[in-house]
C-alpha cells in the first residue's frame, strides 16, 4: 500500500484467510537439499507413480482455471512453470531438490537419497598416476540446520491455497493452483495489486523459487519474462499440448527492480557473465602433511597452457553437500557448481587454476569443470530449465572468453573423457549420462545441431528427437530393474542392422570379452546427441558407423531420425600402417622430458584404428604434460614436444591418435 514500506521479496509467507515435441524433427528428415540429518530418502520403488493421462487440452486449462481463481495473470503462470519444469508432471515423481509438479513445489522430506559421487574410491579424479590419490571418502550426514525456503515452497502452498500436500504432489491442476497461490499471497505481502498486467508481476515472480539472494531472484525473474515474451509451446510428457502466446513488448517493471533491491550482477571476482547470479565460494589451496596438499593447483592458463575442454558433470548429491565437499582441502575439486532449483552458481577455482575432477590429468590440465546438482540415473529427478538456461549461459561465457569452440569436441560429458591407461578405463565416470539432453542444452548456446552434408558427405551427427526417443535402460534403481520410459539423447550399437543382434563390446570396459549391457552407466555401446561419427554403412533404417575398431549400428529410420547427415574431416592410418595405436592423453614423446620431471609413460589404450577405418577428427594438439607435484607453483613445469596428436571421436569416448600415423582427409573421399 502507498507510504507502507514493502516486505523483503524474500520474507516467509503468512496462510492468507482462505481462499517443442519433435521440434526438430522437419530439418532432421530433409537431411539439493537440506542436510541429511533433515532428509528422508525417497524409496526408488516410488520414483515413478502410474497416474492416468488426462485429456490433452486439461493443463492448459488448469493454468486458466487457476489464473481466474487467484487472479494472477495466466502468461505468469505459464513462464515460472516452464523455467521449473518445462511444463512436465514427470509421472508425480520428485525433482533431485524434492520438487513436485508443473509449478516444482517443494517438499525437503520427499528429496532423492545421496550417493557417492567419486565412485568407490578406486578412481583418482586427478588422473595423475604420479601422485598419491587424494582422499575419496564423503560425508554420511551433515550438520542439522534449518530447511532452506526453496526446499520448502510446497508446505507454503499447502498454507497459500488450502490444498493438501497429497495433492499438491500428485494432481498437476493442484499443484498449478498451489504455484498461483504462491504468487498471489507474494504479491500482497509486497504491497502490490493482484494486476492482470504481467509487468506488475516481476518482484512476485522473483521471489517463487525461494532463493537465498537477490541476485539470483532477479536471474530467475528476468528468465520467466524473456520466456513470455518469446512465447513457447510444447507436448508436455504426458501428452498435454501447452501453449504461452509471445508478448514482445513485455518488460518486467523497472521500478520493482529499484525497490526490492533486485540485481543481477554476478559476485565480485568471480568469471561468471552479468546475465547469471554467481557467487565466490573457494576452493582451498593448502599445504597437507608430507609434500601432499589439496585440492587443486594453481597454474597460469592460457598462458601455461590452452584451456581445451568444458566438461560437465553431474554431483549424485545436493547443494548443500557438494558445497561442503569443496570446501575440503583433503578432498578434490571442479571450478562451478550450478544449482537445480534456481539455477544459482558458485565458482570455487579460478579458470587459470587446474581442478582435480575429469579423472585424467591432460584433461583435467586443459580444462574447466562445471558440477551440476542432480542424479544421471534418475530421469525424473529433473534438472530445471532454470538449470539448463543459466549453465548455457556460463558455458558460452567461457567459450568466448577461453576461444574454446561451442561444438560435442570441447564440450564433453565427464562420460565422454577417456581413461589414461588400460586399467584406468573401468573406474571412470558416467555423468551426466545418456538422459542429459545435449540438444537442448546446445539449442540454449545458441549453437544447435543440424545438417552440414547430405546423404553422401560421409559423415553423421548423432541427434535423436529427446522427447520420443525412449531407449530401455536398467539400472536407475537396481541392477536388474527397469528403468521407467524416459527421453533420451543417446543411441545404442549393435553389431548388425537389427534390434535382436548383440551390442558392440568394449575391450577396455570388459577384457575378458563380455558383452555390453544397456545399464544406465555402461557407455560401452552408447552413442551420444551431437556426436560426430564417420559412415560406415547403411542398410534401411540402419546407419552404421565407425565405433572402438569396428563397424556399429543404429536405427535411423527416415520417418523419425536418430542423426543428420554431416561433412568433415576424418582420420585413417597412413597408407602402409595396418593399426595405429589409440591413447587417452596427448603426452610428449621422451626426448622432451628436461632433468628433474619424471617421463610419463604413453601406455596405449586397448583400442586399434584400423586400416579402412576412419574417424572424425577433432583439434590437432600438440603433446603437452603439466609436471605439478609440489604445492609452491614455482615448481611446476609445462613440458611441450613435438609430436602432435589428433583428438578422435572414437567410441562414446573421445581418444587422441598420433598426428605422425594419420593422414586427415574430407569425409566424402
Not at 106 to 116: F, G
Not at 150 to 166: F, H, I, M, P, Y
Not at 327 to 352: E, L
Not at 373 to 382: I, K
Request: charged fraction near 20%; charge should be positive.
Amino acid at each position: 500500500m502507498r507510504g507502507s514500506a514493502p516486505r523483503p521479496w524474500n520474507a516467509p509467507l503468512r496462510p492468507p484467510s482462505r481462499p517443442p515435441r519433435r521440434r526438430q524433427a522437419a530439418f532432421r528428415a530433409a537431411g539439493v537439499l537440506a542436510s541429511a540429518a533433515l532428509l528422508l530418502p525417497l524409496a526408488p520403488q516410488a520414483a515413478t507413480a502410474t497416474v492416468q493421462r488426462p485429456p490433452s487440452g486439461a493443463l492448459q486449462r488448469a493454468f486458466a482455471e487457476a489464473s481466474r481463481e487467484y487472479r494472477v495473470p495466466q502468461s505468469v503462470l505459464l513462464g515460472v512453470s516452464y523455467l521449473q519444469s518445462r511444463w512436465d508432471a514427470h509421472g508425480g515423481a520428485p525433482s533431485v531438490t524434492g520438487g513436485y509438479g508443473p509449478m516444482h513445489l517443494t517438499d525437503a522430506a520427499h528429496a532423492l537419497a545421496e550417493a557417492p559421487h567419486h565412485s568407490d574410491g578406486r578412481e583418482d579424479p586427478r588422473g595423475d598416476g604420479a601422485r598419491p590419490l587424494p582422499r575419496a571418502d564423503r560425508p554420511t550426514a551433515l550438520p542439522a540446520g534449518e530447511v532452506p525456503a526453496r526446499l520448502r515452497t510446497l508446505e507454503r502452498a499447502a498454507q497459500a491455497s488450502g490444498l493438501s500436500r497429497e495433492a499438491l504432489r500428485r494432481d498437476p491442476a493442484a499443484n498449478v493452483k498451489g504455484g498461483a497461490a504462491l504468487l498471489a499471497a507474494a504479491q500482497k505481502r509486497l504491497g502490490l495489486p493482484l494486476s492482470q498486467d504481467p509487468a506488475d508481476w516481476y518482484g512476485a515472480v522473483a521471489g517463487y523459487p525461494g532463493a537465498s539472494d537477490a541476485a539470483t531472484a532477479a536471474a530467475f525473474a528476468r528468465d520467466v519474462f524473456d520466456v513470455m515474451r518469446t512465447g513457447e509451446r510444447r507436448t508436455t510428457d504426458s501428452g498435454q499440448r501447452v501453449a504461452l502466446p509471445r508478448s514482445p513488448r513485455l518488460a518486467g517493471r523497472t521500478d520493482q527492480v529499484r525497490r526490492l533491491g533486485l540485481s543481477n550482477a554476478p559476485e565480485e571476482g568471480t568469471e561468471c557473465p552479468r546475465t547469471v547470479a554467481c557467487e565466490a565460494i573457494p576452493a582451498p589451496y593448502e599445504k597437507l602433511s608430507g609434500d601432499n596438499y589439496g585440492n587443486h593447483d594453481l597454474a597460469g592458463r592460457p598462458a601455461s597452457q590452452k584451456t581445451e575442454f568444458i566438461v560437465i558433470h553431474d554431483t549424485e548429491g545436493s547443494w548443500e553437500t557438494t558445497i561442503k565437499l569443496i570446501k575440503d582441502p583433503a578432498y578434490v575439486s571442479w571450478n562451478y557448481t550450478v544449482r537445480s532449483a534456481d539455477g544459482h552458481i558458485a565458482q570455487h577455482v579460478r579458470t587459470k587454476d587446474v581442478a582435480w575432477h575429469a579423472g585424467n590429468w591432460y584433461v583435467n590440465a586443459k580444462s574447466v569443470g562445471i558440477e551440476h546438482e542432480g542424479f544421471l540415473a534418475q530421469p525424473d529427478a529433473w534438472y530445471t530449465e532454470e538449470m539448463y538456461r543459466t549453465s548455457a549461459r556460463l558455458v558460452r561465457h567461457l567459450a568466448q572468453q577461453l576461444k574454446i569452440p561451442l561444438d560435442r569436441r570441447h564440450i564433453l560429458g565427464h562420460d565422454n573423457v577417456p581413461g589414461t591407461t588400460p586399467s584406468t578405463i573401468k573406474g571412470m565416470h558416467t555423468d551426466p549420462g545418456p538422459y542429459w539432453d545435449w540438444a537442448h542444452y546446445f539449442d540454449l548456446m545458441g549453437r544447435p545441431f543440424q545438417p552440414t552434408g547430405g546423404p553422401s558427405g560421409g559423415m553423421v551427427t548423432i541427434l535423436p528427437d529427446y522427447e520420443a526417443h525412449e531407449p530401455a535402460y536398467t539400472g536407475c534403481t537396481s541392477p536388474a530393474k527397469p528403468c521407467a520410459p524416459h527421453g533420451s539423447g543417446a543411441v545404442r550399437l549393435h553389431t548388425a542392422p537389427n534390434e535382436r543382434s548383440p551390442l558392440v563390446k568394449d575391450a577396455g570396459l570388459r577384457p575378458d570379452g563380455s558383452a555390453s549391457t544397456i545399464d544406465v552407466n555402461d557407455t560401452g555401446a552408447r552413442a551420444s546427441t551431437g556426436q560426430q561419427f564417420a559412415v560406415a554403412g547403411r542398410k534401411g533404417s540402419w546407419t552404421a558407423i565407425w565405433y572402438l575398431g569396428r563397424q556399429a549400428w543404429f536405427r535411423n529410420p527416415w520417418s523419425q531420425p536418430t542423426a543428420v547427415n554431416a561433412f568433415g574431416s576424418v582420420v585413417t592410418p597412413k597408407e602402409g600402417l595396418e593399426e595405429v595405436a589409440v591413447y587417452g592423453r596427448a603426452y610428449p614423446e621422451q626426448e622432451a622430458y628436461p632433468a628433474g620431471v619424471p617421463v610419463q609413460a604413453l601406455a596405449p589404450l586397448p583400442y586399434k584404428l584400423r586400416a579402412g577405418q576412419s574417424y572424425v577428427a577433432g583439434p590437432r594438439v600438440r603433446s603437452e604434460y603439466l609436471w605439478a607435484k609440489t604445492f609452491d607453483p614455482a615448481g611446476h613445469k609445462v613440458v611441450k614436444g613435438k609430436d602432435a596428436y589428433y583428438e578422435i571421436q572414437f567410441g562414446h569416448r573421445v581418444a587422441f591418435v598420433k598426428a605422425e600415423d594419420v593422414r586427415v582427409r574430407p569425409s566424402n573421399q
